[in-house]
Nanobody, 122 residues
Framework: VQLVESGGGLVQPGGSLRLSCVASGNAYSIDPMGWYRQAPGKERELVATITSGFSTNYAASVKGRFIISRDNAKTTVYLQMNSLKSEDTAVYFC?????????????????WGRGTLVTVSG
């Protein structure tokens, strides 16, 4: 399974951006999916996750400003980012926990996208 992000870019403080991540490939399940970010000089951190049943989890720093959603039929996860702040500047990575059926049962994998840069400045 491969994850491909899109939607990053430059935005002014207070603005909005919407990130998308499409998962392609064969899998028994892709659940949960989520977004992480890594700012310059900092460690990668959780932004938000969502299950196939649409249960969500948010980092405290983005709660109330960001909304994660997913389209199970399209195996796509979105991150709507509103009221952006300079401290939201980071590379945003899509993440997915993947279950693959094997001859012996199931294998569990974790996949990451390559990341998309979000810059809040201006």
């Amino acid at each position: 399974v491969q994850l491909v992000e899109s939607g990053g870019g430059l935005v002014q403080p207070g603005g909005s951006l919407r990130l998308s991540c499409v998962a392609s490939g064969n899998a028994y399940s892709i659940d949960p999916m989520g977004w992480y970010r890594q700012a310059p000089g900092k460690e990668r951190e959780l932004v938000a996750t969502i299950t196939s049943g649409f249960s969500t989890n948010y980092a405290a720093s983005v709660k109330g400003r960001f909304i994660i959603s997913r389209d199970n039929a399209k195996t796509t996860v979105y991150l709507q980012m509103n009221s952006l702040k300079s401290e939201d500047t980071a590379v945003y990575f899509c993440n997915a926990q993947i279950t693959v059926a094997t001859l012996d049962g199931y294998s569990y994998l974790e996949e990451w996208g390559r990341g998309t840069l979000v810059t809040v400045s201006g």
